[in-house]
């Protein structure tokens, strides 16, 4: 089986397809980065805690930046195409708990362009981050933003800390003409999704993804094929879209990571995505990358 090495250009997946340019020479020149800071096109992102604000044009809101405003105290996301520099406050009282599906999310994401909800979601999971790694993992000293607010440094031992992403395979596992799906016990009856868990040390994603279909729902893969990866900032993972090719069928369920399973059809894969009446089951939501893994196995 041939496999495209990504997402077709018209397959953009919500949260990627960013157009900023991330501007990295800008954050190790403190002259230039300040000459950012006081540039009168230049913007901050508005978030709600860790909620995106749309306006009516399908944007994030921004603000330009207040006179007693701190830049030490924000992150440089980026330049926009006309050179304007886009910022983020770092500032939060203390982490945020986000629920595994927080409703407000799903409703605003929608709403915004997608190159703005892959800005939204890089600084969510930088402003999470900052949040939660206030205190040196080395000598639990206090640490401070530094580069922009791309690293963060120890106080006491000088140890810097950079912005963390968790890789995630997420799969298919595909056996003559049908392809295996699973319902976790907080999703809603009916809703079923493609399999998925962290990658552990010392693990490649092919050897990730045999290890979770097995552990699962006792099944035994052999070749497996990269398809497209998608930033997942809940709050910061690498969603790795993955099709393995299984050597068997039959199902034997980790019951406490997998409340259901089954084995479903293109025909069956085509109407839950159709939303029809009747439907073997609840497709994922256009946001999630499980939504694009179906859509590119019926052909769509």
């Given amino acids: 089986m041939t496999r495209d090495a990504g997402p077709r250009l018209d397959h953009v ?48 809101s921004a603000v330009p930046v207040p006179g007693d405003a701190v830049l030490a105290d924000h992150a440089l996301m980026g330049l926009r195409e006309d050179g304007a520099p886009v910022f983020v406050s770092l500032l939060m009282s203390k982490p945020a708990e986000p629920p595994i599906s927080p409703p407000k999310v799903w409703q605003i994401i929608p709403l915004l362009s997608l190159p703005e909800a892959a800005l939204y979601g890089a600084a969510r999971s930088l402003v999470d981050w900052h949040a939660r790694h206030q205190f040196c993992a080395r000598c639990g000293g206090a640490t401070h933003p530094i580069k922009a607010g791309w690293v963060r440094q120890c106080d006491i031992c000088s140890a810097e800390h950079f912005p963390r992403t968790d890789p995630v395979v997420i799969m298919l596992a595909e056996y003559e003409g049908k392809v ?15 399999l998925a868990g962290f990658v552990e040390p010392g693990e490649t994603f092919e050897e990730a993804v045999r290890r979770e279909l097995w552990e699962e729902c ?14 997942w900032p809940f709050p910061s993972q690498l969603m790795i879209a993955c099709m393995a090719q299984a050597l068997g069928d039959e199902l034997t369920l980790d019951e406490e990571e997998i409340a259901e399973a089954m ?38």
């Fill in 13 to 60: 997946i919500t949260f990627s397809g960013g157009t900023l340019d991330r501007a990295d020479q800008l954050r190790v020149h403190p002259e230039r980065l300040a000459a950012a800071w006081a540039d009168p096109r230049a913007q901050i992102i508005v978030l709600d805690g860790l909620d995106p604000l749309p306006t009516d044009e399908g944007l994030l």
């Fill in 218 to 231: 006792g099944i035994r893969t052999g070749r497996v094929d990269y398809l497209f990866s998608q930033p």
């Fill in 263 to 300: 084995w479903v059809s293109k025909d069956q894969v085509r109407a839950a995505l159709a939303e029809e009446d009747g439907a073997a089951f609840i497709a994922p939501s256009k946001i999630a990358v499980a939504h694009h893994m179906l859509r590119d196995w019926v052909g769509e």
């Fill in 180 to 194: 295996l799906i699973g319902r976790n016990a907080r999703f809603p009856a009916g809703r079923f999704s493609a």
